[in-house]
């Protein structure tokens, strides 16, 4: 049954819709009628029109002229929308929907599929990821920078770097395209609802200026932008372990056998900031109508330092030795799941955890395009690297002398924060000593990424005279290395032993009040680890080895082109058709943990690749018909790489010396890519450049799929031929298997992705004339259906052992903008909802797992107010912005919804500035 505020959401994009057909036309007929589309979007151009509505009627142009299916964003719906980042802009479009991480919308999903599946492009050239795989982390790129966003959701032969469910391409701004100079410059202050703890501030601010200017007679342009901001980190946490897992007989008194139930909860506050600073600059140079030259340069760096102060209870089957946990007063629903009691004898700790990460984005591109006669060539070079580095900290602290045991209420909730409300004080510091009992006294990793790619593309447009236009060749050559490293160890008590931590490293109390805790001090973990520990990690460890990894790729891509601009009849046909050839080389060089070798010699190195092609032809038309309607057919063959971590050559061996049946587990850098077949057919009805309504359907099948299980049969021969060199003469007359048992991803299976999308943009005084002139709503919905089945990893425990459905699929998305403007006056509201979907998350080990994500509903809204005229106030705009306007939380579960995992809560940012375009 659909929510209140669902109904509400779809009944006000099904109003547009309607509005649409049955009055827009008649509004309109006198404009379609009397003018041919290219006539009236040249007419429409001559007149001034001004903040949203020209961003929405820049991107309604570019929907409408583009010969693939896709949508778009212009800057001035980026400039003026409530968006830390390009990532919250993207996830309003039809057809798109964001991840939460850390509050932001971090990930994007393309037709509902994983991030994956999509590759994102700036200026047209692939880029690398500051994340462990392809998926671009897009809260890294300020919205400010960026001048559009186009998202190509039908690919077509000229296109590099096309992804399988979507290619994202952010485009920074062209100074040649501008007539005069543009100086502009912002200011933004905000402050984030949750408040200030641990001696972190709950306020910030955003910071931008951009210089767009030409020379010579509008031969060289130049633009320059950077941007600046300063967020505050505010989070207020429960979680669960997991697996949420049905327990035995007699695991635990009070609790009946077959009860399904986790191991301990958690309850934290994290408080921190986050400081990025971008910078673009474009250099243009156009000698003559034969050369044009383009220079791309892009940096952007982000610092991450936060600190989380947590509570924990163990309520599982370990209890440090001593007295026995037990349940009493136990609650369990009809579900056979757990919801509450009193769990006895348990030993609480508090826990400090410090993460501190530094991501770094650099990327140039050159760009040539030459006129040879009737010919156009285009030679573009480009290099883009990224890199992570990151420190994680933690120590433990419990009460003293031990045992100090506990009796804490839970009560386990899916409407609100879980509680768990201890019998004891744990608001002293001095009561709480840094200790190893029952859990060590602290753990740390030191990860690092790197992704490096450099790429170099030629390619000539031939003219044709006939219902052919022109004709595209090219080649293109993208060398990509990534490689991880991430050491760990145990973070040890110095020689001092158990100690309080001091009172000049403490920050003060922070409220657990939210969770039933009440106050728990927050301390500096880094100088508590200076001061009372030790560190060293390393890599070299058997379940480290498969964390480190280097994966290289080159990829040479060829493409042909026939571009149709002609007319059947009396409708307009536009379009293309082609192939492109890719061909991948693949591999991979890491180590593998052979614990039967001798002392020292345990670390073995490896390295594996492939390499396949792929024939990838496709098909894009486009009808137009004289009522201003275009109808759009599209079919193709599209792939995506694996993942990165997926191709990792790492792995930990070892042979069964019972059995003689080798057996390891890793990654797979011998898989082929996810193929599908693709179809679209879209209908659109424009009313000239200020309205749509539009309805497409796509339909993939996807002849591959790539999931994580165990497999027997796999070829170990060399790793096996290793061993008996240095084993075999202890296990005399074993006889050892070349093939065994692999637990790693696998190309497998696939099946059918389908969906509806609806979406308009209508402003309405089109329907009720000037009566509403100035409103306007925007909105769209998707519906999405997979009969795809596959096996959860063996390592996403949360999701169970059934099949289930495709990572990051929504069954409904949907967007609202609701906005007035008008005599400089700007109001918008906008909504954007999904449904539950299975996310992939990183989990303590750094590596992803499954868990099911609660779907969710953000709302951001924005007032301004522009001066115009000739006063000395003109050029100005003072604007207030509210982003997460319901306090919306983010929620995973495991297997259903009464068995929760996370309940984070980010609360909601205001802002208020200031934006002075010279």
């Known amino acids: 049954m659909l929510t209140p505020r669902r109904n509400l959401l779809s009944a006000a994009l099904a109003s547009a819709i309607t509005f649409a057909a049955a009055g827009v036309h008649a509004q309109a007929t006198d404009t379609t009628a009397e003018q041919e589309p290219a006539t009236e979007t040249t007419d429409l151009d001559q007149v001034v029109v001004t903040g949203i509505r020209r961003g929405i009627e820049d991107a309604i142009s570019i929907k409408r002229e583009s010969t693939s299916i896709v949508e778009a964003i212009s800057a001035e719906d980026i400039g003026k929308l409530p968006d830390v980042s390009i990532g919250e802009s993207i996830s309003r479009l039809p057809g798109v929907s964001a991840q939460r991480v850390a509050g932001r919308a971090q990930v994007i999903s393309v037709r509902g599929l994983s991030p994956d599946f999509s590759t994102t492009l700036l200026n047209g050239r692939e880029m690398v990821s500051t994340g462990d795989n392809r998926s671009v982390e897009f809260d890294q790129y300020p919205s400010e920078l960026v001048s559009g966003v186009t998202i190509y959701k039908t690919p077509d032969a000229g296109l590099i770097g096309q992804g399988l469910s979507g290619t994202l391409d952010m485009q920074t701004a062209r100074p040649l395209n501008f007539a005069e100079t543009v100086i502009a410059v912002s200011g933004r202050y905000q402050e984030n609802s949750l408040g200030d703890a641990a001696n972190i501030g709950d306020d910030g601010g955003r910071f931008n200026a951009s210089y767009i200017d030409q020379f010579a007679d509008g031969r060289f342009g130049i633009a320059i932008g950077w941007s600046h901001s300063d967020t505050p980190i505010q989070e207020n946490q429960v979680g669960l372990y997991e697996p949420w897992q049905a327990i035995g007989d007699n695991w635990r008194p009070g609790v009946a056998e077959g009860t399904y139930y986790s191991d301990g909860i958690k309850?934290?506050?994290?408080?921190?900031?986050?400081?990025?600073?971008?910078?673009?600059?474009?250099?243009?140079?156009?000698?003559?109508?034969?050369?044009?030259?383009?220079?791309?340069?892009?940096?952007?760096?982000?610092?991450?330092?936060?600190?989380?102060?947590?509570?924990?209870?163990?309520?599982?089957?370990?209890?440090?030795?001593?007295?026995?946990?037990?349940i009493t007063g136990t609650q369990v629903n009809g579900n056979n799941t757990f919801t509450g009691g009193v769990a006895n004898n348990v030993y609480p700790l508090v826990r400090g955890m410090y993460n501190k990460r530094e991501d770094k984005i650099e990327a140039a591109g050159w760009n040539n395009e030459f006129s040879v006669g009737g010919a156009r060539v285009v030679a573009d070079?480009?290099?883009?690297?990224?890199?992570?580095?990151?420190?994680?900290?933690?120590?433990?602290?419990?009460?003293?002398?031990?045992?100090?045991?506990?009796?804490?209420?839970?009560?386990?909730?899916?409407?609100?924060?879980?509680?768990?409300?201890?019998?004891?004080?744990?608001?002293?510091?001095?009561?709480?000593?840094?200790?190893?009992?029952?859990?060590?006294?602290?753990?740390?990793?030191?990860?690092?990424?790197?992704?490096?790619?450099?790429?170099?593309k030629i390619a000539a447009t031939l003219p044709v005279d006939r219902w052919i236009a022109d004709i595209d060749v090219g080649l293109n050559y993208a060398d990509r290395s990534k490689n991880k490293r991430q050491p760990e160890g145990n973070i040890n008590l110095g020689a001092q032993g158990d100690t309080t931590i001091a009172s000049d490293l403490q920050y003060g109390l922070v409220d657990l009040?939210?969770?039933?805790?009440?106050?728990?001090?927050?301390?500096?973990?880094?100088?508590?680890?200076?001061?009372?520990?030790?560190?060293?990690?390393?890599?070299?460890?058997?379940?480290l080895i498969p964390k480190a990894w280097t994966v290289d790729e080159q990829l040479s891509t060829g493409y042909v082109r026939a571009n149709i601009n002609t007319d059947w009849g009396s409708v307009g046909v536009r379009g293309n058709f082609g192939v492109q050839v890719q061909h991948t080389d693949q591999s991979s060089s890491a180590n593998y943990w052979d614990g039967s070798q001798p002392v020292g010699s345990q670390v073995i190195p490896i390295t594996k690749g492939n390499t396949y092609t792929d024939i990838l032809p496709s098909l894009n038309l486009a009808f137009l018909f004289n009522n201003d309607s275009t109808l759009r057919v599209a079919l193709a063959r599209q792939v995506a790489r694996p993942r990165v971590d997926q191709m990792r050559a790492s792995m930990?061996?070892?042979?069964?010396?019972?059995?003689?049946?080798?057996?390891?587990?890793?990654?797979?850098?011998?898989?082929?890519?996810?193929?599908?077949?693709?179809?679209?057919?879209?209908?659109?009805?424009?009313?000239?450049?200020?309205?749509?309504?539009?309805?497409?359907?796509?339909?993939?099948?996807?002849?591959?799929?790539?999931?994580?299980?165990?497999?027997?049969?796999?070829?170990?021969?060399?790793?096996?031929?290793?061993?008996?060199?240095?084993?075999?003469?202890?296990?005399?007359?074993?006889v050892v298997q070349n093939e065994g048992r692999y637990s790693a991803p696998f190309n497998g299976s696939g099946g059918t992705l389908q969906g509806l999308e609806l979406s308009a943009s209508l402003p309405l005084d089109l329907v009720f004339g000037d009566a509403l002139r100035g409103f306007g709503v925007v909105a769209s919905a998707s519906f999405n259906d997979s009969d795809i089945s596959i096996l959860a990893p063996e390592n996403s425990s949360s999701v169970g052992n059934d099949p289930i459905t495709l990572p990051g699929l929504s069954d409904r998305v949907y967007n609202l903008t609701a906005y007035f403007e008008r005599n400089g006056f700007e109001a918008r509201v906008s909504q954007r909802r999904r449904s539950d979907f299975i996310g992939e998350i990183g989990n303590f080990s750094g590596e992803r797992t499954l868990r099911y994500v609660v779907g969710e509903n953000i709302t951001d809204a924005q007032l301004s107010y522009t001066f115009s005229g000739e006063s000395a106030l003109a050029g100005m705009t003072l604007l207030l912005q509210a982003s997460n306007l319901t306090d919306e939380s983010y929620r995973t579960y495991s297997g259903s919804k009464d068995r929760p995992l996370e309940r984070i809560e980010w609360g909601r940012t205001y802002l208020v500035g200031l934006n002075y375009k010279f």
């Open 267 to 326: 309850a934290l506050r994290r408080t921190g900031r986050l400081e990025r600073d971008g910078v673009m600059a474009t250099l243009q140079f156009r000698p003559s109508n034969a050369w044009t030259s383009t220079l791309d340069l892009f940096y952007s760096k982000a610092e991450q330092v936060d600190t989380a102060n947590q509570f924990e209870v163990h309520i599982g089957d370990y209890n440090g030795g001593f007295d026995r946990l037990d």
């Open 652 to 734: 930990e061996f070892g042979v069964d010396t019972t059995t003689g049946i080798p057996g390891a587990g890793g990654g797979n850098p011998e898989l082929d890519p996810w193929r599908a077949n693709a179809f679209d057919i879209s209908y659109e009805k424009y009313f000239g450049t200020r309205a749509y309504v539009a309805a497409a359907y796509f339909y993939k099948d996807l002849r591959s799929y790539i999931y994580t299980q165990t497999r027997d049969g796999y070829d170990f021969t060399d790793q096996v031929a290793s061993w008996l060199q240095a084993n075999g003469a202890n296990y005399p007359g074993l």
């Open 381 to 456: 070079v480009s290099w883009s690297r990224t890199t992570r580095d990151e420190l994680s900290l933690e120590n433990n602290t419990q009460l003293t002398p031990m045992p100090q045991l506990d009796s804490v209420q839970l009560d386990l909730r899916t409407d609100g924060f879980s509680q768990l409300v201890p019998g004891r004080d744990y608001s002293n510091p001095e009561s709480l000593f840094l200790t190893g009992t029952i859990y060590g006294s602290g753990y740390g990793k030191t990860p690092r990424v790197e992704d490096e790619l450099a790429a170099f």
């Open 513 to 543: 009040g939210f969770a039933g805790v009440g106050y728990i001090p927050s301390w500096n973990v880094p100088e508590a680890v200076a001061r009372y520990m030790t560190f060293n990690p390393v890599e070299d460890l058997d379940y």
